[in-house]
């Protein structure tokens, strides 16, 4: 299938091309379709006839009118059957305030076979010729959107409080430009190691030898925290910015989680460095830290892929649908430009909306106010910390 997960809408193939392409799901009981793109497939498929249960799992979220337009699009097309799962509850409740009910859950989960104690992990080091000492751990993207420059200042901060720390960046895929700045400023710093492209066993191994996994990353992109859970699931202590998925997935033994706040020359969303510095000190010197085993068996409980799958057993019929999880929609005004054209698409006929959409928007137009859209998402995403009296503040820092 051509992916419809990219955009821009005036770049998606002919609909009649695509309508050749899902010939063959329309007899199907039940389709899962991933991705952003997946609502305008719900779109088409109903469109044409489709039936049955949808699943979506859009993995990211919402990143401009694109995705905006592609929701409302589904909206019309929409069963009470169908099940949209997101990876936390800050994702669900943005998808909620665009009109779409939504479950919380991950379930794909994390490769629970794979990620998990290893006997052996330790020739990793000799692999990758990491020195002796403990081992401060980053896993993902290398790209801007995941604030490695400001993680490596932090850490680079935590190796004058641990002579013996060694910062590893393991990541697969890599923005070069970006990459290659920040490694040729640290070309003359000991104890910072690149792990470009690791195989999954050694990323595994990686997060065993790990004495803490750490990231500064407030993306406005993934839903679920992989790589901490991924990291917790082999025993390791995990620090995050309390943003997104970080904070229900740190929510256990092992987890670490540190305020966010803004920028006030930007007003962008960042990660406390001082917060995140004093997190990595806590989890490498405080006592009483939580044992591995303890950690990884929590971790591997709920996230583990043996059990998440679960999730999906309604569309095979092997067990019941699970209840939409009741999730307070976000706070949200969209762009001023964008209601006339939704509400265009709402004065149409399910079938004649869908076409307008894909044939006659001024998607280049509309996507001109994308930033101003996906910096109100950024800041819904932000979980306030709890307070001493049971409440809750209600903004960053």
Known sequence: ???LNEGPLRQLPDVEFLHGTIREFLPLPAVVAEGPGGFLWGALLRAHGFSGTLTVLPYVNPRGWCDVAALASYRRFADRRDRVFLGSTPAAAVYQALGVETSVGEPYGIDDGLFTIRPGAARIRDQLRI???RVLLFAGRAQPDKDLYRLLRVSLKAQVLFSDLQIVIA????DRGYLDAARGLLRSSAGVHFVLDPAPEQLADLYNVADAFVTASTSHFETFGRAPAEALACG???VAPRYDGFAEVLAQPGGTLVDVEIDPATGELRADEERLLRGIFDVLSAPGQPPRHEVAATARRRFGRSTTLRELGYLAGRAPRPP???VRPARLRLPDAWCEPLEEAGRRLPPAALAWMWNDCDHDRLGGYDHAFTSQVRRSLC???PVDDGQEVTTCR
């Open 1 to 3: 299938m051509p992916s």
């Open 131 to 133: 020195p002796a000492g």
């Open 171 to 174: 990541t697969h895929v890599v």
């Open 236 to 238: 390791t202590a995990a």
């Open 324 to 326: 939409r999880t009741p």
């Open 383 to 385: 979980v306030p910390p």
